[in-house]
């Protein structure tokens, strides 16, 4: 007779980086011992899930705190008692939250991942020290706290969310398989305008204050004096559009600067690049880098939070400091110049994705950790 399957119930708020965590996970999870239910915030999408979730179903959660905050652990509750899952995995520190509340009483384990800490972000004190006394309050509610990274575990133990055995790292990873068997070249330089001699720097992130894009312009500007036949792309949106924008034409190179806006397919942008950048302020893991590397792109990264868990100045990238532009444009500038240097950073950091960063040992320790509750 063959074991029963262990059921997993997921619940998830915000999209993006979560979402495709939890496909990736889902996609490689053993089919023959785990059965998946998604309980997801509104921007997630059904078809996205297809064979990999086996139900899915949708409740409204939204970031803000709030009274409706209620109304989603009522039935978030209701759903777990529906399916009766043997392990309720929470994501995110929203769904984290709600879905501890939700779970009190109830006879399963529960596991959390809040896939980099909300205290860790730059915000006020005052709601620094509101996320942090929520984690302490709802870190009793769970079994396991799984940390992204080596950082985000010892910022739990710096705050004392709990105590260190109930945390639990699992590095991020990135679908390896997936990419290398995927299309390539799909996006040519010419359909943005870039000549094929150019040399090219780019960044994947929002245009928001995390991910630092006014620091990414400002090295554009300085890398541009050196090498006019420099070229920029930003692959995705945000609310700093206008004032990166604004900087490049009063610099005198916005026909240099490309902002393709949200992509659902980054990657054949970043195929574009010679220099890869993520001079994120704060960075909880930073999947941008593994997706890097994985393209064959040398990196250039602010050494901040989770990234010098990824990246090892001088090896597998080049580290500058957070708010360095700088630093920043000397760095891909070296990347430039230097004979061999780019060539050694893309070896070590193609060695490093496939040993340290495949989703599917992201799944594989999911898998044993799941068991062993």
Known sequence: MEERKKRILHVAQAAGGVDRYIRMLLKYLDKKKFENILVCSQDFHEEDYRGLADSFEQVKMTRAIGSNDLKAIKEVRALIKKYNPDIVYAHSSKAGAIARAADIGLKNRCVYNPHGWAFNMRCSAKKKAMYTAIEKVAAPFCDKIICISDAEKQSALDKKICKDDKLQIIFNGVDIEAYENGVHGAVKRRELNIPENAFVVGMVGRMSPQKAPDVFIKM??????????????????????????????????????????????????????????????????????????????????????????????????????????????????????????????????????????????????????????
């Open 220 to 373: 554009a500007k300085k890398v541009k004096d050196k090498v006019p036949n420099a070229h920029f792309i930003i692959v995705g949106n945000g609310n700093q559009e206008a004032e990166i924008r604004k900087y490049a034409e009063d610099n005198g190179f916005s026909d240099g600067l490309h902002i393709t806006g949200w992509v659902d397919n980054p990657m054949s942008y970043v195929e574009l690049f010679d220099v890869a950048c993520l001079l994120s302020r704060w960075e909880g893991f930073g999947l941008a880098l593994p997706e890097y590397m994985m393209a064959s792109k040398p990196i250039v990264a602010s050494s901040v939070d989770a990234i010098p868990n990824i990246i090892r100045d001088g090896e597998n990238g080049l580290l500058v400091k957070v708010d360095d532009a700088v630093g920043a444009s000397k760095a891909v500038l070296r990347i430039y110049q230097e004979d061999g240097l780019k060539d050694r950073l893309v070896t070590q950091g193609s060695e490093d994705v496939h040993n340290r960063f495949n989703a599917r040992r992201v799944s594989e320790e999911h898998g044993k950790l799941f068991e062993r509750l």
